[in-house]
């Protein structure tokens, strides 16, 4: 079975500091992982996927198989990166993603 | 190239009753997923359809059925709804070639059941 866990449902950072979105994951094998991101009113979309490898709108996102982990994080963050963020997993490719419950980002002026 | 849609919006519906919830493929796309989503969780993934076949089912019982159609959009069916079928429900729509196999998600129905 695979699970995707945040442990914060609620996280508030000031504009300019750093900030790190938690995720843990439990799969026997080798997952891909993504982090998806709700802005309000608008439809969930793709932030990044670990294979990328990639910076997105200064986010990054490094995959640790020791620790399980996925966490997304930007060094200084932007009233407009308030948004719902969801981690994600995917046990093969083109199959089902298992979304953990959320971190709703609130980054106050 | 437009995006995924769904239909309806919202709509009520009362215990017993039966949904038809309809999504339309981004265009290029032959595969379908439906996702729960109730309040203050994350999407859950009930069943992917490819090329007009179910390839993958979620822990949903049976009376939450799908169809996909020749032209890829897909319906998603509940019969004998239940108050707790209330819930944001998602189509995700994916090209199945190249290695970069994304989903696109649409708005969302948002289903209450009373």
């Known amino acids: 079975a695979q699970r995707v866990t945040q442990p914060e449902k609620l996280l508030s950072v000031f504009k300019g500091a750093p900030v790190e979105l938690k995720c843990n994951y439990s799969?026997?094998?080798?997952?891909?992982l993504f982090w998806y991101v709700q802005y309000s009113r608008q439809r969930l979309q793709l932030l990044l996927r670990h294979i990328s490898r990639e910076s997105i709108k200064g986010f990054t996102a490094d995959l640790n198989k020791g620790e399980t982990s996925f966490h997304l994080k930007k060094p200084f963050a932007q009233e407009e990166d308030s948004a719902m963020y969801y981690c994600a997993l995917r046990a093969t490719s083109g199959s089902r993603l298992t979304f953990g419950e959320g971190t709703q980002l609130t980054v106050n002026p | 190239e437009t995006g995924v849609t769904q239909s309806p919006t919202h709509l009520i519906k009362t215990r017993g009753q039966q949904v038809t919830l309809r999504c339309s493929s981004q265009?290029?796309?032959?595969?379908v997923s439906w996702y729960q989503q109730a309040l203050g969780q994350g999407p859950q993934f009930i069943f992917q359809y490819y090329r007009e076949e179910e390839n993958g089912r979620g822990n949903f019982p049976p009376r939450f059925s799908g169809l996909q159609f020749p032209n890829y959009s897909s319906e998603l069916n509940v019969n004998a709804l239940e108050l707790d079928d209330s819930a944001l429900y998602l189509c995700?729509?994916?090209?199945?070639?190249?290695?970069?196999?994304?989903?696109?998600f649409g708005p969302g129905t948002r289903l209450t059941v009373l």
């Open positions: 265009s290029g796309h032959n595969t």
């Open positions: 799969y026997s094998g080798s997952p891909e």
């Open positions: 995700a729509s994916a090209p199945t070639s190249g290695s970069y196999n994304e989903q696109f």
